[in-house]
């Protein structure tokens, strides 16, 4: 089993910045990606990004966020980062880190641990 525990949400004024933390424990090894997704009231859940734990050498975007958030990883803390600038109003939700233990992946339903969620807010 792992345990995901994110923290970093926020409210924050559109064009802000806010940086997500998640720390694993437990069966961490069996690691291959960690991703953050997001769940927007009345949406479904959506890929944000992914980053492969070993080498972190290769990371995924959604188009909607890419060149404004960045996924990064500290091995020895075992925990994976979400930096979010230039935040919108439509970036509101509840975001999510997630363990894949089978290969690198942006499907939602091929990622094995979950975290509670953290709420992020950004006023217009």
């Known amino acids: 089993q792992v345990q995901l525990v994110e923290s970093g949400g926020g409210l924050v004024q559109a064009g802000g910045s806010l940086r997500l933390s998640c720390a694993a424990s437990g069966r961490t090894f069996s690691s291959i990606a960690r991703g953050w997704f997001r769940q927007a009231p009345g949406k479904e859940r959506e890929f944000v990004a992914a980053i492969n734990w070993w080498s972190g050498t290769i990371t995924y975007y959604a188009d909607s966020v890419k060149g404004r958030f960045t996924v990064s990883r500290d091995n020895a803390k075992n925990t994976v980062f979400l930096q979010m600038n230039s935040l919108r109003p439509e970036d509101t939700a509840v975001y999510y880190c997630?363990?894949?233990?089978?290969?690198?992946?942006?499907?939602?339903?091929?990622?094995?641990?979950w975290g509670q969620g953290t709420q992020v807010t950004v006023s217009s």
């Open positions: 997630a363990v894949a233990t089978k290969h690198f992946t942006k499907v939602a339903e091929e990622y094995d641990y």
